[in-house]
Structure formats: C-alpha cells, structure tokens
C-alpha cells in the first residue's frame, strides 16, 4: 500500500475516534510537532466533513433513477461509465485479500481469479456480507441503495451444478465521487480518463470457495443514479501491480425494467377516475371501480364487432343458417378450443370432416380502447411483464387517447420486447405503417410475397386458386384448416411428400383431405422448405385480402377470404359502389386511415411516443414460449369478456324492459282500478247529496225512468224559467265544496270542512298513502292532497262518518296507524310496524266490513309498485349513470354519443 493510502487511512481513523493505547499517544505526539502533519488531518477532517454533507444530501434526495444490470459473467471489479466508460463497481468478483494481510478489509487470501492480487480499492472499502440461500430466490438492498435480485441457483460450483443451501455474498460499493476518491479508485480505461458513474464489486462464496456465476440465471443489480444517460456502459476492473485498477471490456448496458404489482398501476382511461368523482363515486375502491369499467367491454359489440355466418360449407356457400340442429358457443379464441358443437349427435371432429368450418366473430375497429382487452391483462398473469411497470402506465393515458385497440395490442404482443422498441412500432403505426409491427417490414412482407407468388404459379397454380375451389381447396386459410385438427406444423409435411404423412397415420387432417377429395392424392414438393410454404400462404393471404377490399357484401366471400379475415383482423365495411384505387401488385396495402379521437392531434402523438421512443427504456426477461403464451391468452380472454359485457348488458336490458314493462302493465291496471272505485264512490257520494238536498227542500227527489229512448230525469215544475237542483248538487260534490241550494224559498245546505292529517317522521319512509274510510260509501277514499306543510288534508262531507287509517312504507316494512270517526280538525298520526299478516285483524273495526279486504289489497298492492319503481328508477339511474360515464371512458366522443342511448349497465355497478 502506498504510503499516502496508509497515512490516510491512520488520519481516518483518529478522526473516528478508532485510535487507541500506545497507537493514539504516539500520533498525538508527531501531530504537535508537525505542521505538515496537522495540515493533512485538517485536509482530510474537511474531505470527510463534505463526505458527510453529500451523504446526507443523497439520503434527503433518494433518487429514484437506476441503472440495471443483468447478464454479466465477470467475477471481478466492475465500473459503470458514459461517454466512454461508467465507473460501477466490482461485480461478481471472489475473494479479497487472504487472512495473513494486514487490510481490515480482506477477508481472504486468494482473489476471485484465484491470484494474492489485491488492489487499493479492495483494501480501502469495506466489505457487506449477506447469507444467500441459492435454492431460492432473494433481493436485497446494499447500504448505499443498490438493488441487487439473485435468482435461485445464480451460483454454481466448480463442476457447473447449481450449489445447494446457503451461500456468502460479499459485496463492496463506491457510487459516489468522494468515496471513489477516498478508495483509491482510478476512472481510466488504459490511457483514457472516464467519467465515473459508480462502482462494485460481487462476489459468492461457500466455505470459503470461489462459486461461479450462473449465465442462465443472472444476477440484477439496480445502482442509483441521479440522471440516466444514453451511452453507458460496463466496464470489468482489471488490477494492476501497482494497486491500481484498469477498466477494460466495455459491454453496453441494458436498461432492465422493474416490475411492479400490474394492480397498483392506474391503467384506466385518463377521465375516468375523474368522472366517477365528479358522479360521487370518487370514494369507491378499485374492485367496484374495475367492475364499473370493464362492464363497458361490450359497449356497442352489436356495432363493433363483425357477425357472420358461423357454419360453412366446403363449397363455399354460407348457408343463411346452421344445419337443423346445431348450437354454437361463440366465446372462444380458436375454432373448436374449449368449446362444443352440438350436433345431434355429430362431434367436432365429425363436422370438420364434413367440411364445416367455423368462424368467431370479431372486434371491429371500434373507435376506443375496448375495456375487455385492458381487463385480459390488468390481472395476475401479466405480473412481471412488460405491462407491469410504472413505463407502461406512463404510455397508458396516450395509448387511451389514440384509441386504437392495436397500439395496445402491439405492447401486449411484444412483452419480450423493450420499451422503447414498442415505441417505435407505435411511431410507425400513427404514420401509417402497417404490417406485423415491429416483426418484418413492409418491403420485407412485399418480398415474402413476391416469392410466394412465383412459387405459388410455378409449383401450384395448376391445382389450386388463392381464394376459391379448383381441383383442389383454396390455398388461403390451407394452414389455419389444418390448425382446427390441433396439426399446423404438419401441413409442411402434408406438402412435401402426403403420402408418407398418411401413411405414418398421425395426422387426421391428412385423413381428412385425403377422403374428401375421393383418394386424389396431391403432387408431393419435397424441396419446399417452410419458409416458402410459408410465402405461398402469405401470397394467398394478400390475395384473398385484396378480394376482400372489392367486395360489397359477404355474399361476395366464400370460405377461403372469411379465413383470412379470421387470421389478419382486417375490418371488413364494405360500402355500396366503393372503388379500391389501383395499387402496384405487391403493395400489400401499407398503410390504413386511422380514427383519432378529436380530443387528440395524432402529430402530437405521434410526437409523444417517439419522445418515449427516445428514452430508450428497457424490457422485463421473459421467455418467448411465456410470451405467445399470454398472447394467447390476451387475445381469447378480451373476446371472451368482451362477449360476456355485451352478454351483461342484453340481459339487462331485457331484464330493464321486462321490469319497465311489469311496472306498467300493474299501475296502468292500478289506475284503472282507482278511476272504477273513484267513480263508484263519487256516483254513490252524489247519489246521498241530492237525496239529503231534496229532502232538506220538502220536495220529491225526481226518479230516473229508463225507456227505449233513453234516460230521463221526470220533475215536477211549478214556476216558469230555468231548473237545475241536481247540477249544483253534483258540481259541489265533485269539488268537494259546501253546497247550498235555493227553491222556493227554501234552502238546503251540506257542508264539506278540512281534515288535516300529518304523519310523524314522514321523510323517514319510502312512500306514505292516507287512507279515509266512510261508513256511507261502498269503498274507501285516498287522499292525495297536500298543504304547503306537506300535511294530507281533504273536506268532509259533514253527513259521513269517517275512519282514518295512514300506512307508510320502507322497503318490505309496513307501518300503520288509524283513527276512528275522524272529525274536520287536524290530526297528528305516528304508524308502528306491522306484519302485513296481521292488516286485517289491525284494521278490525276501522271503516266498512264490505270493503277492508280491499283496502289490504290496495296497501300491498302499493307497496308491491313501489318495490317496482324502486328496481326501474335504480336500473334507469345505472343507464344515465353510464351515459355520463361515456365521455370519461371513450375518448372519441362523436362515436360514444351516437350509440350512447344503446349502453345499458350491469346491476352491480352502482
């Protein structure tokens, strides 16, 4: 060590206080005789008074910016540099120095390339020791904030076998300018100074033995940072004699994304937390909030998805309907995948062999990000993809605004992917760029075709079409045939010598073919390979796609074009009178008029994702087999929860209309009933009025005689000019006025005063109905007026006795009080619950024996239309309840308005 490094370290450690005895005394003695001395320990107290501040201004920041570092097989000293070189550390290195060294910081003799060379920096920083157990995975954190996450069995012995229980890991860190200083740590690469952006150094021991590292289980390591610059790189610490260290090997690092729990992340539209606030449902918890928006999935699937036939014959006509007898499940992702076709008796493969095919229906470009496809990967089985990130949620707000289902396809798709690369695709796309996104280009898949095309016409032309029946079936959809018999990698051998694949006798689709075409057996092209089969397809497939841009209805399409439908998502909209514009032959028709919400300048999103682009932000490691994976699933659980939303919806809105109609039909029968017993009551009312009038004047009430003419009142008349008793009379009692009659000097009166009634706690109840009961009349009266106050209040007719029974409602619960022979004053009711069992007994004695029974049917049956119009009115409030919500989900707002009226909700949403 040199000579500087030890006074350092000496002048350390009286600062610490770690001088002691004999050693403290002598260097308090040389301090007071030596001024150069006493100038280092003040130079050095001021260095670590700084260290101190930046340490603790670091702690106060806690930046969140990392590097990650995945995949490097060094067991040494590593250095993270920019513009060159990134000074990060000793990565993945054995031992430091061995036990004889004098270093407090070298635990071991030899290092981790088995040599006693130790450098200054593995001496002067201190060490960090972890018990790791290698059977299972772990991360920890180091005391200067570097993540580091070891997989299970990341290290190895020195046979290459995994090693089993508990490892060391060593680990030392200089991340920052100071301690790299104060270690010792040169920043240059041969003769070339670098800028330092950390250090580290790794190492796994067991027993005191160096343990490899294992390539195919990486070790990650997240170092701090401030600021993430483009162009760093990872430099191996390559030590010198002189104590030094060189930094050599320069590998480019890879910004490894970090997943986070994919159910912690705001991936709703950027609206639509804000519209449930301002509805009053900013409170609710994710669950009922999820709920809420994916029961928008099937939110104009009739519109948004593309229906046709689902049974088709091998002649390529599409009957107007399946064969008599056969059902189908439409909620499946492939043809016949978990699900059946019934059949009478007829199973799947029996009908494939018949030649019937079927075919999902499909998504159709409906302007918004469907919510069903946001709920196939916002679960469980997306955790640790690329999907689950806090990258991916800052893309999410715009992938919402362009609101087009493939750009998040194109994220979903390509989990194996970085970011950054997804990025580009999205660039791509919003300029018109279509294709297999990010796969091969379009001048590639123009050149797939053009081979196709030749081979097609050279080796196949004479047998087949692209797109309908010859001697042989179309060549379009030829593979996705096969791939019903769960045998699309057999179709390549079908092609290159058939009758040795019948013969090995392990395909059915072979069987297949073979039998419909009556034994024919087809020419055999054994120097194919399946990269020219392959453009054979592709050829077919953009033929059959050119077809399909002409045709005007689905008539037009036989079995081959509705195949590749299936295979390539085109959306088909036909138009009356449309014209395709003539395109050079291998076009491939590249580019597609995109549907930009108006909310959304597609320049400036364009913008907006080439500056994601620019971040160059990494990926999250995963297998490609787990990648199709969840694609798959991907793609079969948004059809599948897309169909189950619209299926939702329907049964609401049948269960809406049905219960509308219920309402109706019982209320409608309700006011007929009140209009029959309202002019029973004021018939016989009258009746009693002009008997008590008549006989209050001292003359005879006049009789009705009913003759073959007609009715006719007979009265007798004395005095000249007009007569009308009984119009006055009737008048009055429609009104419910006091009536006076005048005749021949006689005067006849009946009174009508008020009964006001208030009901205790009235609010409290759902409805309240007031009930007066004549002893005089056939039937009881309702009171529906109301004072300013809100009390029931009716006139009397001062010749009635009257009953007075009030009854309130609260969901299922009754509540009754009554008053016997009521006067005109005002009453103050407070009703107690009852068992509706018990109306009749309660209501014993109260009015006419002739009519309770029909007042306990009135009462419930009341409350049986409120319990209705409770269900309507809340079913009606979740419908406007999504009305509003439209505009907050579906960024393009022309669209979501114009179907809006057809949206209804699901019953559990509110």
Known sequence: MRKELELIKIIEKYLFGELKGDDLKRFEANLAKSATLQDEVEKQRLVMEGVKNVSVRSKVKKAKKSFKINKWGWNGLIAIITAGVVAAGIYGYDAFFGDNTTSENIKYELNEEGTTLWSEADEMIAPQFYTVNNDEGTVLQTDAGMIIAIPDGAFLDELGNPVAGYIELEVKEALDGESIMLAGLSTKSGDDLLETGGMFYLNGRKDGKTLKMNPDQPIIVE???????????LYHGVRKEDGGLDWQDPKPIEQFLIPVDIHSLNLYPPKYEQGLASLGYGSEGKQWKDSVYYSFGGFGASEGYQTIPTVLHPSGHIPNRAPKGWELDTLG????????????????????????????????GALEINPSKVQAF??????????????????????????????????????????????????????????????????????????????????CASCHKTVSYSTGPPMAGSKMRWEAFGEGELVYEWIRDNGALRSSGKSKAAESVFNQYNGSAMTSFPTLSNEDIDDIFAYAEWDALNVLKEAKDWKDLNEAYLIVLEETGYEFAPEEDSEVSEESDLSYEGTEELDICLDCDIEQLKAKFAEFALQNKGRVEMSLKAV????????????????????????????????????????????????VREGQNLTEEIDKNLDETYKQLGIPRPKVQINPKGPKYTIPITNAGWNNIDRKVIEGTIARETINVEYEGKTAEIKYESVNVEVVDRDAYDKVFVY??????????????????????????EFFQYDLVVVGYKGKAIYLGREQNVQSQSYTMKIVETDKGDLKSVLHHTGKKSYRNSLVDDMLDQQSLMLQEAVVNKMEDIVAFRQEMMDYIFNCNSFATSVMTDSVGVSHAM
């Open 333 to 364: 992702y492939d043809p016949f995948e978990d699900e059946t076709l019934i059949a009478d008796g007829i199973n799947e493969e029996e009908a494939i062999k018949l030649g019937y095919y079927r075919v999902d229906t499909m998504w159709g």
């Open 223 to 233: 170092v701090p940072t401030d600021e993430v610059k483009l162009g760093m790189e």
């Open 628 to 675: 199709k994976m969840l694609k798959k699933y991907y793609e079969k659980h948004a059809k599948v929860y897309a169909k189950a939303a619209e299926k939702v919806q329907k049964n609401f809105q049948k269960e809406l209309t049905n219960a509308t109609n219920k309402y109706n039909k019982e209320k409608n029968a309700k006011v007929y009933e009140d209009i």
């Open 378 to 459: 916002w679960n469980d089985e997306f955790q640790n993809t690329l999907l689950a990130t806090k990258e991916f949620e800052e893309r999410m707000p715009f992938i919402h605004c362009v609101a087009k289902d493939k750009v998040l396809d194109l994220y979903v798709h390509n989990l194996d992917k970085k970011m950054s690369t997804v990025d580009s695709m999205v660039v791509d796309y919003l300029g018109g760029i279509e294709g297999s996104w990010g796969e091969p280009t379009v001048a590639d898949v123009a050149s797939d075709i053009e081979h196709g095309k030749l081979l097609f016409q050279a080796n």
């Open 772 to 797: 007066l009961l004549p002893h005089e009349l056939s039937s009881f009266q309702r009171i529906t007026k109301r004072t300013e106050k809100g009390a029931y209040t009716e006139n009397l007719n």
